[in-house]
């Protein structure tokens, strides 16, 4: 089953990530030594900085010059789906143009949720994204809003919705800014045993330094602490989604 990098930063100067096409090309060699097969470049977007109109500009710009290099490469280089990684902003739920930004083909928006204490108008924003505009939802990097959740009210209403989730691979295996190193780590192990078949693994990458892709680390990880099955899981559940 192909290898599949869910959340990355790999277009060149569009966002905080790559700043260049040198950088993309060694995340993308970097990329394949590790196995990777498919990946979503998944720039973010901000509603308050930029149209989608003028963020999909952009995104093709960069997207061009990072298929030119992997037709230049001299192997194969990962296949690239273009994305986004949408960041909340009130009304979302009925903005028109956000399906627009889906992974590839398909209705998979990429959502990245408030770094804050979730409330009722969030709970219904994700609702109306999934029932008004019928959109499948993968709620990025999830174990980084935990600990802004000290009421687990809306917190348990969002996970009881028919959405995904996404873990970077580097809580597996890295310390942390958002969770003590020992609680973010039990954090995932336990939230992928219970969600293995919503599940996806994002490198989450921005660069070759201090967030370089590492989904071989965290697919050892998950391998060696919650074991193999875990691991099929989450590609099986990632190829369905994707249509892979």
Known sequence: MNIVDFHTHILPGIDDGSQNESMTEDMLFEEQQQGVAIIAATPHFYASQMSVIGFLGRRKEALDKTNRIRREADRPLP???????VYYFSGIGRAAEIPRLCIGETNVLLLEMPFEQ?????????E?????????????HIERYVH??????????????????QINAGSFVNKGR???????????IDFLKKHPDTLHMGSDCHNMTSRRPNLAGGRSAIAGSAGQEYLDRIDASTARLLGL
């Open 79 to 85: 296949e690239i789906i273009a994305g986004a990684e």
């Open 118 to 126: 979730w409330t009722e108008e969030v709970l219904r924003d994700v």
């Open 128 to 140: 109306d994204l999934i029932d008004r505009q019928k959109l499948m939802i993968v709620l990025a």
């Open 148 to 165: 802004f959740q000290r009421d687990k009210g809306v917190w348990n209403r969002v996970m009881d919705l028919p959405l995904h989730t």
């Open 178 to 188: 958002f969770l003590r190193p020992d609680r973010k780590w039990q954090f995932c």
